[in-house]
């Protein structure tokens, strides 16, 4: 409950593409397409939230993210 909760608020107020919820894990998948305003906006949404959050992982902070991101723009 407070993972689709936290999950309303960042769609609500960050640009999000998709989100998936595993309440089982109490964890969140995020797609945006604007990182820069997205993890600048993160930290107030969480502090204002209270939410409490224990770990976050990029999954495109990699030289292949970047390349595959290049190549399906074309």
């Given at each position: 409950?407070?993972?689709?909760?936290?999950?309303?608020?960042?769609?609500?107020?960050l640009p999000i593409s998709g989100?998936?919820?595993?309440?089982?894990?109490?964890?969140?998948?995020?797609?945006?397409?604007?990182?820069?305003t997205f993890y600048a906006g993160?930290?107030?949404?969480?502090?204002?939230?209270?939410?409490?959050?224990?770990e976050m992982l990029s999954e495109?902070?990699?030289?292949?993210?970047?390349?595959?991101?290049?190549?399906?723009?074309?």
């Open positions: 409950r407070e993972g689709r909760s936290f999950a309303h608020l960042l769609v609500r107020d989100i998936q919820i595993d309440e089982e894990r109490g964890a969140l998948s995020v797609l945006t397409k604007d990182p820069g993160l930290a107030r949404v969480v502090t204002d939230s209270g939410a409490h959050v224990t495109d902070d990699n030289l292949d993210s970047v390349f595959r991101y290049l190549v399906s723009r074309e």
